[in-house]
């Protein structure tokens, strides 16, 4: 057992001090139209538009029988249940910056042009995780720990005691190994040891395979391992490889580690391939205060239009945007332009991120539509923003974005993902971010996911989309 001098727990401080961030990142602007169909707004309360603090449990329940209940670990549904944990919008902002950094630094991409992303320097050292959670089983007997889903990252990862580096709080017991009849360290010549050294840190200590994995704001660094996996009673996986964290930060809101599910081989999709058929599918519910659901394998929805992942990335799951509509208007923006970086669909970030000229683009749509109401300075970059504080009982007309993705397929982003009340209604802005050039990925963010059942069927090559998921 490595104790705070040992070689054990110095190779653990080793594998942190490996672990490091990078980064990289123009602008111009069009606007034209035309109208497709008729009404094209959504009339909402504005109240509407502000997070609840009761849990809402009356969501569709699902009867597959793969099916985890997702919460946001932000609203009261989440074991947490600390309302006082909703984000603020800067908050939001600048996890979803280092997660985005982070994603393009996996990507490698170069840009000498310094975008916003590297303007500020400010290091936290512990933020919040966007993202969603799930509670599923571990060891024998089982004990049940609640993992941030992400389609983001490969490795499932929680804290395991005895904690020799430092873990942050969470709700639940932490995992110890000691206590479990199922748990296996892996050894360095493991393929799953092998495989991991290609994404992440890896290192030996006596024969014993240790992992590092650093996110957009926090890291894991111990033990490779196999342990019984357990989705629901009837799907149980054993041997399925986990990492056991002894030294772990990030400020996790309480959650107890991970669920990867990327596209690796020692992502969870792959792992249980034999009886998912890498297929997974989740709703992200309207607001924060419900909840929604992960599923695995069983029937595609019949009303899921697909569009392929795009060979671009091996690490991400890319898509190919063809269009952004504003209030059923297609906005005139160069086919290639999303080509150029690509874009890929993650889980874990928040919001949207478009380069400059779809930003502007869509910026200027949406403002036209909304001159009926008073314009106001944005915070935290947002841009534009409203006040609605005189139409708290009035409904208000927001008009409809619509993303298209290639093969024809059209996401009609929920209201909740078209609006963010950053400050109350005095100050209720468009939830798209501006990359600040044209040059880097694009990011599908989980706000504008909303409501939508997300299919990944990864072993097809497609990602769906279907209305009313949750
Ligand atoms: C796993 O490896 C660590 C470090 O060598 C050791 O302390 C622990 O006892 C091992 N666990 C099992 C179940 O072998
Ligand atoms: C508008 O869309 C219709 C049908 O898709 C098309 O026939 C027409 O050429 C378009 N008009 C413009 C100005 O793009
Ligand atoms: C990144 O771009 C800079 C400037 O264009 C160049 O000097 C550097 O060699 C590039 N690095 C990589 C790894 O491609
Ligand atoms: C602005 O308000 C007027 C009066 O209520 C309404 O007729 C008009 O359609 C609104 N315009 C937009 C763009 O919502
Ligand atoms: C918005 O900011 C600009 C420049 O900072 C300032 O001149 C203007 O008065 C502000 N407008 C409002 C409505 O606060």
């Not at 020799?164 to 199922?182: A, M, N, Y």
């Not at 840190?201 to 996110?215: D, H, K, W």
């Not at 992502?267 to 009886?275: I, R």
């Not at 539509?369 to 409203?386: K, V």
Request: hydrophobic content about 35%.
């Amino acid at each position: 057992m490595a104790t705070p001098t040992s070689p054990a727990f110095l190779l653990l401080l080793l594998l942190h001090v490996f672990l490091f961030l990078l980064c990289s990142s123009k602008k111009g602007h069009t606007v034209s139209a035309n109208r497709t169909t008729k009404n094209h707004f959504h009339n909402v309360h504005a109240n509407s538009l502000l997070p609840s603090s009761v849990c809402d449990q009356s969501n569709k329940v699902f009867n597959r029988a793969s099916s985890l209940k997702v919460v946001s670990k932000y609203g009261p549904c989440s074991v947490t249940g600390d309302p006082k944990t909703f984000p603020s919008a800067a908050e939001i902002v600048l996890q979803d910056e280092l997660r985005v950094k982070s994603l393009r630094t996996r990507l490698s991409m170069n840009s000498s042009t310094t975008g916003v992303l590297d303007e500020k320097k400010t290091t936290i050292p512990s933020t919040r995780y966007g993202g969603y959670t799930v509670a599923v089983g571990l060891g024998t007997p089982k004990k049940d720990f609640s993992l941030i889903f992400d389609t983001g990252s490969d490795l499932t990862w929680t804290q395991c005691e005895p904690c020799l580096g430092g873990c942050f709080p969470q709700k639940e017991e932490k995992f110890d190994p000691t206590k479990s009849t199922s748990y296996k360290n892996l050894s360095c010549l493991s393929e799953p040891c092998k495989s991991i050294a290609k994404e992440s840190v890896q290192r030996c200590s006596s024969g014993t395979c240790l992992y590092g994995v650093q996110y957009g704001s926090g890291f894991t660094v111990g033990f490779l391992a196999t342990e019984t996996l357990t989705i629901t009673p009837s799907d149980v996986f054993e041997n399925f490889v986990i990492g056991c964290g002894e030294k772990n930060d990030g400020k996790f809101s309480g959650e107890a580690g991970l669920l990867g599910l990327g596209r690796s081989s020692i992502a969870l999709p792959s792992q249980t391939s034999s009886k998912y058929k890498n297929l997974f599918s989740y709703c992200l519910p309207a607001s924060l205060s419900s909840a929604g659901h992960l599923s695995f394998g069983g029937e595609v929805s019949n009303a899921a239009k697909f569009t392929p992942i795009t060979t671009k990335f091996k690490e991400f799951y890319g898509l190919d945007v063809a269009g952004i509509s504003v209030e059923g208007r297609k906005l005139a923006i160069d086919a290639s332009l999303f080509k150029t970086a690509g874009t890929i669909i993650d889980s874990g970030t928040t919001l949207t991120y478009l380069p400059s000229t779809a930003y502007s683009a869509l910026s200027s749509a949406f403002q036209e539509q909304m001159t009926n109401y008073t314009l106001t300075n944005g915070t935290s970059g947002f841009q534009p923003c409203y006040d609605f504080s005189k139409h708290a009982n009035d409904p208000i007309a927001i008009p409809q974005i619509s993303i298209f993705f290639e093969g024809g397929v059209e996401v009609d982003i929920d209201v909740s993902g078209i609006m963010l009340a950053v400050n109350g209604l005095k100050e209720v802005c468009l939830a798209f971010r501006d990359n600040r050039n044209d040059k880097d990925i694009s990011i599908f963010g989980n706000l504008q996911q909303k409501t939508y059942e997300v299919v990944y069927d990864v072993a097809k090559g497609m990602v769906g989309f279907a209305r009313g998921g949750c």
